[in-house]
């Protein structure tokens, strides 16, 4: 089973709309990173976080420590926002640095 | 440039030959890792160093895999007798490694191809 699963697996929004992404994660998941992936493979870090809430420009990333979850949301979308969206989990103890990714989230956002 | 930059960005291989993947980090990084990513799918992790020691690679697939990172920088990874399976993107990521979770950023990947 995957330590970190996200949902939904494809997302569809008009310009303009408020997007949310979600990802779940296991025991043992002390951070997790939110990365955008264009077509053509290349990954961008956007957050990352182990409390709280950060925020840049229209994007806002949430965790709860509590309920092991975490959120991604998109402000104003616009179509350039196209992309998958993946959270991944870094795992503790010697090995902190290895991430294990979710499955993505394909958004697609129309004009 | 100062990301993290993989070569070749593509690679096309006949099914039993050797093939080998390269990675320079951003400079003064000491953590280096190594995913790969096949069609659909996300990342799925095969090796990360510490400095020049790989501090885990249980995400390696079978002994036709290997790595090396001699220097503590640039590092190599090493596919032997290619499959059709090993098909994917090859990723590569570095961090600083401090107190803490620290950033990851990525290299573009190297796609591969086996035919």
């Known amino acids: 089973k995957n330590e970190v699963e996200q949902s939904p697996q494809n997302l569809t929004a008009q310009e303009g709309e408020f997007i949310t992404i979600n990802c779940s994660y296991s025991?043992?998941?002390?951070?997790l990173h939110w990365l955008q992936q264009h077509p053509g493979g290349g990954i961008v870090s956007l957050f990352m976080?182990?409390?709280g809430k950060k925020k840049h420009g229209r994007l806002i990333a949430t965790i709860n420590i509590q309920e092991k979850h975490s959120s991604l949301h998109i402000t104003a979308s616009h179509p350039r926002d196209s992309a998958v969206y993946i959270c991944?989990?870094?795992?503790?103890?010697?090995?902190?640095?290895?991430?294990?990714f979710g499955q993505g989230t394909i958004l697609t956002v129309h004009p | 440039g100062a990301g993290v930059s993989q070569t070749p960005s593509n690679k096309v291989t006949e099914k039993g030959k050797y093939v080998e993947l390269r990675c320079d980090p951003i400079?003064?990084?000491?953590?280096l890792y190594w995913y790969r990513q096949s069609l659909g799918q996300g990342p799925e992790f095969l090796i990360y160093?510490?400095?020049?020691?790989?501090?885990?690679d249980s995400g390696l697939p079978n002994d036709r895999f290997f790595a090396v990172r001699p220097e503590g920088s640039v590092s190599t990874l090493k596919i032997q007798r290619t499959e059709r399976g090993d098909s994917a993107v090859y990723l590569c990521?570095?961090?600083?490694?401090?107190?803490?979770?620290?950033?990851?950023?990525f290299g573009q990947g190297t796609r591969l191809t086996v035919v």
């Open positions: 990521a570095s961090s600083l490694m401090g107190q803490g979770y620290t950033e990851a950023f």
């Open positions: 025991v043992g998941i002390s951070a």
């Open positions: 976080l182990s409390s």
């Open positions: 991944a989990g870094h795992a503790g103890g010697t090995s902190y640095g290895k991430l294990t």
């Open positions: 400079s003064g990084h000491t953590a």
């Open positions: 160093f510490q400095g020049t020691g790989a501090a885990d």
